[in-house]
């Protein structure tokens, strides 16, 4: 039995997948061996918080050949526009403003907040990605983000005015070492914000492949209070985002005087009626992942039975765990489409399914296209209106499989 890696407690386990090589590792020879972990999640019923059962280590995950570069999609950099606002308004006033961005990734946010002259720093393990948000002048201290890492900032920077990240979170698995780097780092009157795709979206659509080893924990409010309490910080405010299939972003203060705003009672309210607070909310999830995988495997083979070819849109970190869950390769997925240089010309971990460019999607002109980058459907539609006018069909499976 694992134990909750927040308060020690023993683990409920809510699903296992079985062995899964690492999601954003795209193989580029497929004679060598991938590394292989056992993927499985589960609850804790002291401090409510879901969790990967086994972690990887971060810097297989997190270094110079990490995949996911943030600026690929229109809306994400739209999304980051906003965010960079909502922080240049917060320290407008302050004397000596001072930003911290965990996981800045390319500097998809912090380069707003740099063209603006505000002090800031953006703390980025990946070489590569670290490497492009110094391009658009952006300040990049290469690291982990924990308790000794935000020491060295206080000292070197000062404390902050604002910290925040997203889908970064989510990813470290020493996340009280993480908090207590926080507390360090945030002046008193500082706001700690970060937002991560939001359990009772994962659980309302049974989106089963946000589940994989980067995503070590699946946040709840419920969950982030009881963090937060530990470490002497208050959740104040909640704010539901459109983002990654649905996010929550949290928003954290110091101390205990009452800040709470009035959408955390609706909302917490929600989460309980959901039982995300007890292992009554997780029991069906098994059940509807199995019906969504088996349905889209039937759904490809009747279609590949017809002596049509499918290919597939979007090579993202979380198809890994969706399509080996669902038994699903190059046996019925031609290739998939994907506009970051780096993946095209390799292939899917696990699936070995090869990743070409954008280009070749609009001339090979596909019948059915997987859309597994399904987050980013509005934007994909948009951008594919000829492809669909000319008959070409997009395949989604959350909550259910569907063709359009
Ligand atoms: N914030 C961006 C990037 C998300 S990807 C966005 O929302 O699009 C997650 C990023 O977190 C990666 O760039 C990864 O290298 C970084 N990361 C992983 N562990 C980290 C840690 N301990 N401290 C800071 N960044 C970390
Ligand atoms: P994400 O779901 O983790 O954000 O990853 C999205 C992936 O989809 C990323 O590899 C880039 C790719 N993509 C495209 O190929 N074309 C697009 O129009 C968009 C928005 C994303
Ligand atoms: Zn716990």
Redesign the pocket.
């Known amino acids: 039995m694992s134990l909750c890696k927040i308060c020690n407690n023993d683990l409920e386990t809510v699903i296992s997948f079985g062995e899964m090589p690492i999601s954003n590792r795209f193989v580029s020879d497929l004679t060598e061996d991938e590394f292989l972990y056992d993927l499985s999640i589960g609850f804790c019923p002291e401090c409510f918080m879901v969790q990967l059962e086994e972690c990887v280590d971060?810097a297989m995950?997190?270094?110079e050949d990490?995949a996911?570069f943030?600026s690929i999609s229109k809306a994400?950099e739209d999304h980051?526009e906003e965010m960079a606002s909502e922080i240049i308004d917060i320290v407008s006033e302050k004397p000596s403003p001072f930003v911290l961005?965990?996981?800045?990734?390319?500097g998809?946010?912090l380069k707003h907040v740099a063209a603006h002259g505000i002090p800031h720093l953006g703390?980025?393990?990946?070489a590569n990605?670290?490497a492009s948000a110094r391009q658009k002048g952006v300040h990049v201290l290469e690291?982990?983000?924990?308790a000794t890492?935000a020491s060295e900032i206080k000292n070197r920077y000062g404390q902050a005015d604002v910290i925040c990240?997203?889908?970064?979170m989510c990813?470290?698995e020493?996340i009280n070492s993480?908090f207590q780097g926080v507390s360090v780092l945030l002046k008193p009157e500082g706001v700690f914000f970060f937002?991560d795709p939001y359990l009772a979206d994962i659980i309302k659509k049974a989106s089963f492949d946000q589940i994989y080893d980067?995503h070590v924990y699946y946040f709840s409010g419920l969950a982030v209070s009881e963090l937060a309490k530990r470490h002497g910080l208050q959740l104040v405010n909640m704010v539901p985002q459109e983002?990654?299939g649905g996010s929550m972003r949290y928003y954290l203060s110091k101390g205990s005087e009452n800040r709470v705003t009035k959408n955390i009672g609706a909302l917490l309210a929600v989460e309980k009626g959901l039982n995300l607070h007890s292992l009554k909310g997780y029991v069906s999830f098994k059940k509807r992942v199995d019906s969504i995988s088996s349905d889209f495997k039937n759904t490809l083979l009747k279609i590949r039975a017809e002596g049509k070819r499918i290919a597939a849109y979007g090579a993202t970190s979380k198809s890994t765990t969706f399509l080996i869950y669902s038994k699903v390769g190059v046996d019925l997925i031609d290739y998939v489409s994907d506009t970051t240089p780096t993946k095209i010309g390799k292939y899917t971990p696990g699936t070995h399914i090869p990743v070409k460019s954008h280009e070749h999607f609009i001339l090979d002109n596909p019948p059915y296209t997987v859309l597994l980058a399904w987050n980013h459907k509005r934007e994909i539609l948009e951008k594919e209106k000829e492809y669909r006018e000319k008959g070409g069909k997009f395949i989604t499976f959350f909550p259910e499989v569907t063709i359009e």
């Open positions: 971060p995950m997190f270094n990490y996911y943030s994400m980051f961005e965990l996981g800045c990734n390319d998809i946010m703390i980025e393990p990946s990605v670290a690291d982990f983000f924990n890492s990240g997203a889908n970064v990813h470290i020493d993480v937002e980067e983002v990654h």
